[in-house]
């Protein structure tokens, strides 16, 4: 079985681009998790979506926002960049949202800000 | 909020050494915790997680227990490998409605031959 795969695996854009990042999760995974891992530091929660829904943000501003799409696939969206959006982008998808439910996580998608 | 603190890196070892992964946590519910390890240019693999207290979690050789009076949950593992040569995070979960991976900063171990 496919795991989770995240396009592209590495980009560059320029101050103040916009950016669209795409999530593919395991196959009958319902909630996909975005992650942002700057370089020397553990990965910080952006977002949680269950079934197509947002279930929780974490502590990013207006410019990152994100959905899922029926097929459980999800795109995380990075507006106005900033040189400290450079960071590795990792996408965790699980069976379901509740307690103890171990997450998957693809390859990521590094993005460098120039 | 919720927390975790790994000693910092690198740690260096020679193959066949003992190796010892401090953890501690703070959390403001009932955590389930992990080890994560990420090897360079990949994702996260998960190693290991327990989700109670004095529940032990092991995996590939590395073991780690969850105690709840010290807040802890070090990663130990008898004779490491070159192949282990990674960074290692330590990571819980609490639900609250949903549940969310919090991370510690993470912990590059170097192997030599």
């Known amino acids: 079985d496919a795991g989770v795969t995240q396009s592209p695996t590495h980009l560059i854009k320029t101050r103040g681009q916009q950016v669209t990042l795409r999530c593919s999760p395991i196959?009958?995974?319902?909630?996909v998790s975005w992650y942002q891992q700057v370089l020397g530091q553990g990965p910080q929660f952006i977002f949680q979506y269950y079934e197509k829904e947002e279930r929780g943000r974490g502590n990013f501003p207006d410019r990152f926002s994100a959905r899922q799409f029926p097929n459980y696939s999800s795109e995380l969206n990075v507006n106005a960049l900033l040189l400290g959006d450079s960071a590795l982008y990792l996408c965790?998808?699980?069976?379901?949202?509740?307690?103890?439910?171990?997450?998957?996580f693809g390859q990521g998608t590094r993005l460098t800000v120039v | 909020g919720d927390s975790v603190t790994q000693m910092e890196g690198p740690v260096t070892l020679s193959e066949e050494a003992f190796l010892t992964i401090n953890c501690t946590y703070t959390a403001t519910g009932y955590p389930s915790l992990f080890w994560y390890v990420q090897y360079p240019g990949e994702g996260l693999q998960l190693l290991l997680k327990?989700?109670?207290?004095?529940d032990k979690g092991s995996n590939k050789g590395f073991e780690a227990t969850y105690r709840k009076e010290t807040t802890s949950f070090h990663l130990e593992k008898g004779s490491v490998q070159v192949s282990d040569s990674a960074v290692y995070f330590c990571?819980?979960?609490?639900?609250?409605?949903?549940?969310?991976?919090?991370f510690g900063k993470g912990t590059m171990l170097l192997v030599s031959p």
């Open positions: 965790a998808s699980s069976p379901r949202t509740g307690g103890n439910t171990e997450a998957f």
């Open positions: 990571a819980l979960s609490v639900y609250s409605g949903y549940s969310t991976l919090t």
């Open positions: 327990a989700t109670k207290a004095d």
């Open positions: 196959s009958g995974h319902k909630s």
